[in-house]
C-alpha cells in the first residue's frame, strides 16, 4: 500500500464535543532517497524578528520560518508597533529600537510559542508600559518563574497565575538594576530573555549558566553590531548599546532534519540529503548520537558560512546499537529527544536518555507523551524520573496515537508509522504546523523520489 494512498488522506471522526482530524498513515513500501531543504530554523527566525524590532534601521530576513510559533512572533510584534512587511522570499522589519516599541492596545497572544513568552517578557522587562500576555492551553502550564524571577530581581513588575508562574501574565517594564544571576535550570529561553532586558540597563550585567546551551542570541547580538563577552559558561553583557539592523539568512532547523536523519537510517534503502541545515555546536547533539550508535551519517560543512555555520547532512540506512545519553550534552538535543526515542527502538540493546527532566515542561511532558504513544505501537519503553529506558530491536505494530498537541510528538509518531507492521491512526496532525508545516509534503518527496 502506498504511503498516504498517495496523497493525505483525512478521516474526520469525533472525539466528544471537539471534531479532531485522524490521519491515516501506511508503513513505508519503499526507502527514502532525495534532496531536501528542510523549512528555517525556528530558533533562530524568532530572534530574527525580535533584534529586528530592537535595532535601528532595516532588518531582512531569509528562509524565515513560516510556522505557527514565528507568526505569533511577528503579530505580536506588530502590536508592539513594528512595521514588518512580507513577501515570499523575504520579510523586512523596520526597526523601531527598544524606545519605539509602543504600549499595546491588545492583548498579545503568544499561542503554542514558549520562545516568543520567555524572550518577549525580558524584551518586555525594560519598556515602561503595560502588556498582557496569554497563549493556548500548553502554554498555560509552562512554568514561566524561570524567566519572571530573575526579571523581577532587575525591577520589572509581573503578575500572573501562581504568583507569576502562569499565563495570562502582565508585565509593567521600566528602568532595570544590571544583576549577577546564576541560572539553576539550563535554558536557552531564560538566558535570551534576561540577554534581551540587560541590553535595555545602564551596566553591565551577568549570566552564568549551569551547562551551554543553543547560542543564537549571543551570535545574533554580535550580528546586530552588539557587543557581548563570552567566557566559558558567563556572558557579560552591556546596556545602553546600539544595534543596527542586519541581513539575516536563515539556516534549516536541525530539529526538523532530525525527523528524515532519524527516517533514512531506521529505512531500508534509504539515502537523503538534507541541505542547508544549521549546524551551530550548541545544537549537534543528533549528529553525535547517531554517529555514537553506529548510523551512517555523513556532513559537509559550508565553509561559507557567516555567523552561523551550515552544512548538508546525508543519512544512509544504519544498523544500530543502543547508547546512554545524558549529562551536557542534554541541551544540545533537548528537541530531538522524542525522535531519538524512536530512533532507539530500532537499535539493538538498550538506551537510556537520563538527566532530560526538562521534557516534562516543554509543549507537553515529553517523558510521558512518548513513553505513552510508543508503548501504543509495541515499543519497550519505561518512563523514568529523568528520561527514559528504551529496549530494542522492537518490531512496531499499527495503532491509534495522539500528538497530544504537540508539534515534535505528531512529527516522530508521523516517522513511526513508516516503520510499523500496519496502518497508524495519528490524531491532532495539525500540531505540526508550529513548527514544521510542509512536514507531509516533504516525506511524500522522499517517499516518492526513484
Ligand atoms: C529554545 C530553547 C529550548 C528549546 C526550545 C527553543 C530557544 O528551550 O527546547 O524549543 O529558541 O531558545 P529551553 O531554553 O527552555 O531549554
Known amino acids: 500500500m502506498n504511503y498516504l494512498s498517495n496523497k493525505l488522506k483525512k478521516i474526520e471522526i469525533k472525539v466528544m464535543k471537539n471534531e479532531m482530524s485522524v490521519t491515516e498513515l501506511h508503513p513505508a513500501n519503499k526507502g527514502l532517497k532525495g534532496t531536501i531543504k528542510v523549512p528555517g530554523d525556528k530558533s533562530i527566525s524568532h530572534?530574527?524578528?525580535?533584534?529586528?524590532?530592537?535595532?535601528?534601521?532595516?532588518?531582512?530576513?531569509?528562509?524565515f520560518l513560516q510556522g505557527a510559533d514565528c507568526r505569533s512572533t511577528i503579530e505580536c510584534f506588530r502590536k508592539l508597533g513594528v512595521k514588518i512587511e512580507?513577501?515570499?522570499?523575504?520579510?523586512r522589519i523596520y526597526g523601531t529600537g527598544f524606545d519605539g516599541l509602543i504600549e499595546p492596545v491588545d492583548i498579545l497572544d503568544v499561542g503554542n510559542s514558549g520562545t516568543t513568552t520567555r524572550l518577549i517578557l525580558g524584551l518586555l522587562a525594560g519598556r515602561p508600559f503595560h502588556t498582557v500576555i496569554i497563549g493556548d492551553e500548553s502554554i498555560a502550564k509552562r512554568p514561566m518563574h524561570r524567566v519572571t524571577q530573575p526579571l523581577q530581581e532587575m525591577g520589572a513588575i509581573i503578575q500572573g497565575r501562581n504568583q507569576g508562574n502562569y499565563t495570562p501574565l502582565s508585565i509593567v517594564g521600566g528602568q532595570l538594576k544590571p544583576i549577577q544571576y546564576e541560572m539553576p535550570?539550563?535554558?536557552?529561553?531564560?538566558?535570551?530573555?534576561?540577554?534581551?532586558a540587560a541590553l535595555q540597563i545602564d551596566g553591565e550585567t551577568t549570566i552564568i549558566e549551569p551547562v551551554s546551551t543553543r547560542d543564537h542570541t549571543e551570535r545574533m547580538i554580535k550580528q546586530f553590531g552588539g557587543k557581548i563577552k563570552l567566557e566559558q559558561h558567563t556572558i557579560k553583557i552591556t546596556g545602553k548599546q546600539e544595534l543596527h539592523g542586519a541581513k539575516i539568512d536563515v539556516p534549516g532547523d536541525i530539529s526538523s532534519a532530525a525527523f528524515f536523519m532519524v527516517a533514512a537510517a531506521l529505512i531500508n534503502n534509504s539515502e537523503v540529503v538534507l541541505e542547508n541545515v544549521g549546524l551551530n555546536p550548541t545544537r549537534i547533539g543528533i549528529i553525535e548520537v547517531l554517529k555514537e550508535m553506529g548510523g551512517d551519517i555523513h556532513i559537509e560543512e559550508n565553509c561559507d558560512q557567516t555567523y552561523e555555520p551550515v552544512g548538508n547532512i546525508t543519512v544512509k540506512t544504519s544498523n544500530l546499537k543502543g547508547i546512554e545519553i545524558g549529562g551536557d550534552l542534554i541541551p544540545r538535543l533537548i528537541d530531538e529527544l522524542p525522535i531519538i526515542a524512536l530512533l532507539a527502538t530500532q537499535a539493538e540493546g538498550t538506551t537510556i536518555i537520563k538527566n532530560a527532566e526538562e521534557l516534562k515542561v516543554k509543549e507537553t511532558n515529553r517523558i510521558d507523551t512518548v513513553v505513552k504513544e510508543l508503548k501504543t505501537l509495541g515499543a519497550d519503553i519505561e518512563a523514568t524520573n529523568d528520561g527514559m529506558i528504551i529496549k530494542g530491536k522492537v518490531q512496531l505494530n499499527g495503532g491509534h496515537v495522539h500528538s497530544h498537541g504537540d508539534h515534535r510528538i505528531g512529527m516522530m509518531l508521523g516517522i513511526a508509522s513508516l516503520i510499523s507492521k500496519d496502518t497508524v491512526h495519528l490524531e491532532g496532525t495539525d500540531a505540526i504546523n508550529v513548527s514544521y508545516p510542509t512536514f507531509f509534503e516533504d516525506l511524500h518527496q522522499l517517499l516518492a523520489t526513484k
Open 47 to 63: 530572534r530574527a524578528i525580535m533584534f529586528g524590532a530592537i535595532a535601528n534601521g532595516v532588518t531582512i530576513v531569509r528562509n
Open 86 to 91: 512580507e513577501s515570499i522570499d523575504e520579510i
Open 185 to 196: 535550570v539550563a535554558s536557552a529561553q531564560v538566558k535570551s530573555a534576561l540577554l534581551l
